[in-house]
């Protein structure tokens, strides 16, 4: 099984702290770059000279500084280039609004940040499927 590559956007340290633990005790999924804003996903990502070299998701904490989840998204999917990577939301609260526009604007998951242990597992385990069924479809 190939490790996935995720790049993380989350403005809020425990949240991150939170997130980079669960992570680490996976042997499937692998932080690429953690940045604090939408403005360092795209700069990281401009750094990256081959494609190949894109993470297999970004999953970008909608209520950030500077730049915030769907405002990055829109730009990640303006640029032809960085269009195709996989973004995921990460939210503290999700309503229907939310959703579908992040659906709309090209989003391949909405999930609310979890506060449980199996949340964070169960969380982990749907980024998996989904980049799993996403790599499927490109073949």
């Given at each position: ?97 939310l959703t579908r526009e992040s659906h709309d604007a090209g989003v391949v998951l909405v999930i609310e940040k979890p506060v449980t242990l199996s ?21």
């Amino acid at each position: 099984m190939k490790t996935k590559h995720i790049i993380l956007a989350e403005d809020d340290e425990d949240d991150r702290l939170l997130f980079v633990d669960f992570i680490n005790n996976r042997n499937d999924i692998q932080l690429q770059y953690i940045a604090e804003n939408g403005m360092e996903v795209l700069g990281y990502l401009a750094s990256i000279k081959e494609p190949a070299n894109f993470p297999d998701l970004i999953v970008l904490d909608q209520n950030m500084p500077k730049m915030n989840g769907s405002q990055t998204l829109d730009a990640l999917k303006a640029d032809k280039r960085l269009s195709e990577i996989p973004v995921a939301i990460y939210t503290t609260y999700s309503d229907k609004t939310l959703t579908r526009e992040s659906h709309d604007a090209g989003v391949v998951l909405v999930i609310e940040k979890p506060v449980t242990l199996s949340g964070y597992h169960q969380m982990m385990d749907q980024f998996v499927a989904m980049m799993d069924n996403i790599r499927g479809t490109k073949k």
